[in-house]
């Protein structure tokens, strides 16, 4: 099938539609790309097929993670472990951890439905350990790259990190 | 104009995307790149395994309904069907077995769909996890999956060689159409293009520090103690900046260094170079790996046969 026309011409209309869509979708702001993304964009969603490709643009000014504590229903604090434990600094991280990218998507502040999921998933992990949660709070903690100039001079400085409330999400 | 001269016009047209896009070529480079591809995809599985409950589980941190929220447009995923964690480690095991015969080559382009749709449902139900080299994984097994893949090192290959043994018939090179070299081709550059345009519209890439600040981040550092050198000292600082300004302006003249058969292996050993710094400075996930696949492309089509012949190794073997 691979060389007769039918594949040819099969090929064809899903190539032509495919690259409009590609170059549709980094150009839909204009009239002619949003004419050709608006019925074609299934082609590309369907299938996960974006063609964004800004990485590290901007690159990244700082380190954060996320901090998670539990309210029992008697009022008690509850440390609750990290999504991904923090690695220790001799460690070479040979696997690319799944967990870390889950939460760094988590420290975007408008992502509320995955901190909601977040917190709900502790709760329920609590519940079989026998630890009945009221509500679950999650704490950013920001610290800023040092300057290069800075890095030189003093690699580890003591640095305050910057708190950012992400939010207190009740159990269900 | 007459209809005959437009007729001809259009033929003439044809025939020259025809020629771009279906022209034969052998099938060994295209099977050794299914098997390099079958493993990341099957590498890609393993390592979900023991975060499946947290990632795409029934309780898991990203409900169905919130999923659905998030993504209106084309969404589907057969994870929303999914109660209970023993079906989702079943077809996720599904999925791993469509990734390993994908490998073998066992009904391959068949198999390759099924892995670009099994991964595909993962991002929609959880895309909070995945990241632009998942997606390229996905780009380039779909690409691949377009044309017999499985015509040369493959279990279909060694099926339809026995049945052509059993007719009579002599052994044959396969041919198999270029399309997804050119898909692969076309999405390097136009990766590369964007990602450059992107960079140097920011002001860390422009000023010579976004790779010292990239590599700062503790969140995608791969090891402290392998970064402190460059981080903290005048010459692994002053590499840092020269490699910021190099990625940029490569990644901007990819396409025209490749297209330009003098550049071609410049443009070539230098993504090596930056992908294996990457790679070992930097947690991506495949992305390294993946762009550097698709480099295959650029080689020469028959590298394979050549490599054989220099062996002195047979085709048969």
Same mark, same amino acid.
């Given at each position: 099938m691979s060389h007769t026309r039918g594949y040819r011409i099969l090929m064809t209309v899903v190539l032509v539609a495919y690259l409009s869509v590609g170059w549709a979708s980094r150009n839909r702001k204009t009239a002619l790309g949003k004419e050709i993304y608006r019925p074609l964009r299934g082609m590309q969603t369907a299938l996960c097929l974006w063609q964004n490709w800004g990485m590290f643009a901007p690159a990244p000014s700082s380190s954060s993670w996320l901090e998670f504590e539990g309210t029992t229903l008697a009022g008690k604090k509850v440390a609750l472990e990290p999504l991904e434990p923090i690695p220790e600094a001799a460690t070479f991280n040979w696997r690319y951890r799944r967990r870390n990218k889950l939460a760094m998507s988590a420290l975007n502040k408008k992502r509320k439905s995955l901190h909601r999921g977040i917190a709900q998933y502790y709760c329920a992990q609590q519940q079989r350990h026998g630890v009945f949660l009221k509500k679950v709070e999650i704490t950013r903690y920001k610290r800023h790259a040092l300057r290069p100039g800075q890095a030189r001079m003093d690699p580890q400085p003591a640095q305050r990190d910057q708190v950012i409330e992400m939010g207190s999400f009740r159990c269900r | 104009m007459p209809l005959s001269q437009i007729v001809a016009g259009l033929g003439r047209v044809w025939r020259s995307w025809s020629w771009f896009w279906f022209r034969p070529v052998t099938a060994s480079g295209l099977g050794i790149m299914r098997i390099l591809m079958g493993v990341m995809l099957v590498m890609t599985s393993i390592d979900l395994i023991p975060d499946l409950v947290l990632l795409v589980g029934p309780d898991g941190v990203h409900s169905a309904a919130a999923a659905e929220k998030g993504m209106r447009m084309g969404r589907w995923t057969? !994870?929303?069907? %999914?109660?209970?964690m023993q079906t989702v480690y079943l077809i996720h095991g599904a999925t791993l077995l469509a990734n390993l015969l994908f490998l073998l080559g066992f009904r391959s382009r068949t198999m390759g769909i099924l892995s670009v749709l099994a991964h595909a449902a993962l991002y929609q139900r *959880?895309?909070? !996890?995945? *990241?632009g080299g998942d997606r390229l994984v996905r780009e380039f097994t779909l690409y691949i999956s377009l044309v017999p893949c499985g015509a040369a090192y493959s279990v279909d290959a060694w099926l339809a060689r026995r049945k052509a043994a059993r007719r009579g018939a002599g052994p044959s090179s396969p041919l198999i159409p270029i399309l997804a070299h050119r898909l692969i081709q076309i999405q390097l550059c136009v990766m590369y293009l964007a990602s450059g345009a992107d960079k140097y519209a920011t002001k860390s890439w422009r000023g010579g520090n976004a790779l010292y600040y990239a590599i700062s981040s503790e969140s995608y550092q791969r090891s402290a103690e392998l970064s402190a050198p460059l981080l903290t000292t005048e010459l692994g600082q002053s590499l840092l900046a020269m490699a910021t300004s190099i990625t940029c302006y490569w990644e901007m003249g990819f396409f025209l260094l490749v297209l330009w058969r003098p550049t071609r292996w410049l443009a070539l050993i230098m993504g090596l170079g930056i992908h294996l710094g990457i790679h070992v400075l930097l947690m991506v996930a495949y992305f390294s790996s993946a762009s550097v696949w698709g =480099?295959?492309? !650029? %080689?020469? =089509?028959d590298w394979v046969e050549r490599v054989r012949d220099r062996m002195g190794w047979s085709q048969e073997a």
């Open positions: - | 057969w !994870f929303d069907q %999914v109660d209970s *959880n895309g909070w !996890f995945m *990241n =480099y295959l492309t !650029f %080689v020469p =089509y």
